[in-house]
């Protein structure tokens, strides 16, 4: 059977699944009598009964009703149903660890046991065996799960892109990476390059250096979850000679080319080597897990659960809340993928950048302000967590809002404790330098202002967190390209040991 069959009847068997187990007929009459709604249940968390009516799928607050029917649930002992569908290889990589976690925080006892190409899991409370939720997972193409969530055959989609008609909530991360045969010796390929190979326009190795060979391109196919997650980040179809269902058998056939090229998650190079990739101007752009998380990685992949319009079981809910904790993000990391929870290196490790500064140097960048970037910089180190901008505007991206709740709350538990905390705003090259040092102190001020508002509850002694401004001094891509700008265009958090800045 091939995968897309297995696919079919694994999506397919858990929608059964999932409905056979308790759709039973109920009637929920409103406590003053004055409605009643008939129909199949489709669940109970505790609070709040999921309902297909005639009129279709409802849901009720259990506190305004009373359940009469062969299908009214146990109220002391509900039982959760949730149904997943999505990424094959993230669902099946990701998940199974992460319901551990979560059922060890909880002291509950999991089975987990395949189902097709997918999986199922039972979570038991040890003391009275009594089974308390129930989920399963089957892979289906990215549009085939979007229409479940849609239909309400499905809870969560497991997705690699946003999509404007429903939730998100960021599980876990990865790198979009060019993959090559490891005896295939060519150093480092650039972003222009790799896009013009990826759409036909460059065939040859010997237009990027090479030997005069052909390019033979390789890719996944056009309905799995990480080949649209390239295609709509390169804005069109990536021309292969040859298609592959999964990023496994993906990453084998690269492997056996030395002529081969392909895209593909950092996770899942296997025994492919990952080509070296640099912007336009030359500036390195490495995928290690401090990068991706910071987004100084153009091809950072986020891998997100994507949630309906409708209120969701309690149990479903409680997960979801459940991926900030840090059993979740050792889970994710486990995986083998890149997990979200913030990163601290040491600021002399970052050899790179200041090379980048140097480079930079001139007229709009004095020595002066390069010789202050490196005092600052010589005793501190770097969160990972970062702030970008909306293109055009002083708003911060959605990924840097979630950045900014995560350092209130580290900042309200002194996290940082014994350390200076430093908002550094950077600009892009693009005008003046002396305008370029107000955009980014404005932007680090901007970062400051709506810290302040949900930080509210600091410990004693606590301070909030200092605003330097370094202008284009620190460039992380190259100015000629949008992307090269908007990566630019940032406020870092910096640790700065507190004997160092009472020395200052």
């Given amino acids: 059977m091939g995968l897309s069959l297995w696919r079919a009847a694994g999506f397919a068997a858990l929608l059964f699944w999932g409905s056979a187990l308790a759709a039973q007929d109920v009637t929920l009459t409103a406590r003053d009598g004055s409605l009643s709604i008939d129909g199949s249940l489709i669940g109970f968390d505790g609070e709040f009964y999921r309902v297909d009516t005639r009129y279709g799928p409802l849901t009720v607050d259990g506190e305004g009703v009373i359940c009469d029917g062969p299908g009214c649930p146990d109220l002391t002992a509900t039982l959760a149903v949730l149904r997943i569908t999505g990424a094959d290889q993230a669902g099946v990589a990701l998940l199974p660890g992460l319901f551990a976690a979560y059922a060890e925080t909880r002291g509950l006892t999991i089975a987990t046991k395949p189902d097709g190409a997918g999986f ?50 960021a599980m876990a991360l990865d ?58 980040r390169l804005g069109r179809k990536v021309q292969a000679v040859a298609e592959h269902d999964t990023p496994q058998e993906l990453a084998e056939a690269v492997a056996r080319d030395p002529w081969a090229l392909a895209i593909t998650g950092l ?88 090379l980048n500064a140097i480079k930079g140097a001139g ?35 959605a990924r840097s809002r979630e950045n900014l709740k995560l350092l209130a709350q580290l900042l309200a538990v002194d996290a940082f404790r014994g350390n200076e905390v430093i908002l550094a705003g950077f600009s892009d090259g693009s005008g003046a330098g002396a305008a370029n040092m107000d955009l980014s102190e404005s932007r680090a001020i901007g970062v400051a202002t709506a810290l302040s508002d949900l930080a509210t509850d600091l410990p004693e002694g606590a301070a909030m967190p200092r605003v330097m401004a370094f202008g284009e001094a620190l ?30």
């Avoid at 193409?141 to 969560?156: F, I, K, V």
């Avoid at 459940?322 to 002399?348: K, S």
Wanted: glycine letters at 8%.
């Fill in 363 to 397: 007229a709009d960048v004095p020595l002066e302000q390069l010789q202050h970037l490196a005092d600052v910089m010589r005793d501190s180190s770097r969160s990972s967590l970062t702030f970008r901008f909306e293109d055009g505007s002083m708003q911060l991206d």
């Fill in 267 to 354: 996770s899942a190079a296997g025994p492919a080597r990952v080509l070296p990739l640099t912007d336009s101007c030359g500036y390195p752009l490495l995928p290690g897990p401090a990068s991706v998380k910071a987004e100084d990685y153009p091809l950072t992949l986020p891998i997100q659960l994507l949630t309906p319009r409708r209120r969701l079981p309690l149990f479903a809910r409680e997960f979801l809340d459940f991926l900030d904790h840090p059993g979740a993000q050792a889970a994710v990391a486990a995986a083998g993928y890149v997990d979200r929870a913030p990163e601290i290196t040491p600021m002399t490790d970052d050899g790179l950048r200041l």
């Fill in 120 to 169: 199922q899991t039972e979570m038991t409370d040890p003391g009275t065996g009594q089974v308390l939720a129930k989920i399963g997972f089957a892979p289906a193409p990215p549009e085939e799960a979007r229409q479940a969530l849609l239909g309400g055959q499905a809870d969560l989609v497991v997705a690699m892109t946003a999509d404007k008609g429903f939730g998100a909530h």
């Fill in 175 to 232: 790198a979009l990476v060019p993959i090559v045969a490891r005896d295939n010796l060519h150093p480092r390929i650039s972003t222009p390059d790799l896009a013009a190979a990826l759409s036909g326009k460059i065939s040859n190795w010997k237009e990027l250096g090479g030997p005069d060979m052909p390019i033979a391109l390789h890719a996944l196919k056009s309905d799995t979850t990480l080949q649209e997650a390239l295609v709509n």
């Fill in 475 to 504: 460039p992380m891509a190259c100015d000629t390209t949008a992307a090269g700008r908007r990566a630019n265009r940032r406020v870092e958090v910096w640790l700065r040991p507190m004997a160092v800045t009472g020395s200052d």
